[in-house]
């Protein structure tokens, strides 16, 4: 996967995660078409980079935690 797809992939979770609509990382892997571990490991590099996003077992997806409540 080259870099542009890549930030593509990144932003997409960013807005999902935002609208907290993203479903369990294995469904958003399946929408996005890749494994789950290649979001996991979006998401982790993700945090590294600043971002404040988690998946939260209840709402089953991932969230920003600024926006969590």
């Known amino acids: 996967m ?3 797809k890549r930030e593509y992939y990144k932003a997409r979770i960013l807005k999902l ?3 907290k609509s993203t479903g369990t990382p294995a469904e958003l892997g399946s929408q996005l078409e890749m494994s789950e571990r ?7 590099e993700m945090r590294q980079a600043g971002h404040d996003i988690s998946y939260s077992p209840a709402r089953r997806s991932y969230v920003m935690e600024n926006n969590y409540q």
């Open 2 to 4: 080259n870099s542009s």
């Open 38 to 44: 290649s979001v996991k490991r979006m998401v982790m």
């Open 17 to 19: 995660a935002e609208l």
